[in-house]
């Protein structure tokens, strides 16, 4: 799947970074799926990860999770 990063925002709290909305979107080769919308990254996992690269690879890895995420039943 090819990921593009579209905006990566910050959040300030009292002058610091507080937290980091990663902006992303996101097709299948073919674009016979499209994925987009937005992880979110403590300053932290920001500082630590702060590449395309290495952002593009969060994106993978937390959209995946959620892609498999097996519901809750009630």
């Known amino acids: 799947m090819n990921i593009t990063i579209t ?3 910050m959040n300030y709290k009292e002058g610091i970074v507080d937290n980091v909305r990663v902006n ?4 299948a080769e ?7 919308g937005y992880i979110p990254l403590t300053a932290a996992e920001y500082n630590e990860n702060s590449t395309i690269d290495a952002l593009r690879s969060i994106v993978r890895d937390k959209v995946s999770e959620r892609i498999l995420e097996v519901p809750k039943l009630a």
Do not use: L
Not at 24 to 27: A, D, K, P, Y
Not at 30 to 36: A, S
């Open 24 to 27: 992303f979107r996101g097709n």
């Open 7 to 9: 905006n990566v925002s």
């Open 30 to 36: 073919e674009r016979t799926i499209t994925v987009n």
